[in-house]
């Protein structure tokens, strides 16, 4: 069976940086490496939305409100998916999540303050 961990949270000041990482098992690296990646991020109250994915081929997207400031990559042979987070702001608080194949993992949580 698929299983995610993410790790990496914690607590930083506003304009501070965290690498999330995320870390897949209950699957080889070819299939891993055929399939896009995602991260999502909850805050309290409000709905999981998309931050950024990195398909097969490693293109990558971003949302809106961290373009510029998060960059998102993966590593195949190790079966990982990074967040790099530039520029924290209190607004990126949130629980992140890894997604990949529909599967998630049990998240991150991301504690910036002002």
């Known amino acids: 069976q698929v299983q995610l961990v993410e790790s990496g949270g914690g607590l930083v000041q506003a304009g501070g940086s965290l690498r999330l990482s995320c870390a897949a098992s209950g699957t080889g690296f070819a299939i891993f490496s055929i399939n896009a990646m995602g991260w999502y991020r909850q805050a309290p109250g409000k709905e999981r939305e998309l931050v950024a994915t990195i398909t097969s081929g490693y293109s990558t997207s971003y949302a809106d409100f961290v373009k510029g400031r998060f960059t998102i990559s993966r590593d195949n042979a190790k079966k990982t998916v990074a967040l790099q987070m530039n520029s924290l702001k209190p607004e990126d608080t949130a629980v992140y999540y890894c997604?990949?194949?529909?599967?998630w993992g049990k998240g991150t949580l991301v504690t910036v303050s002002s």
């Open positions: 997604n990949f194949r529909g599967y």
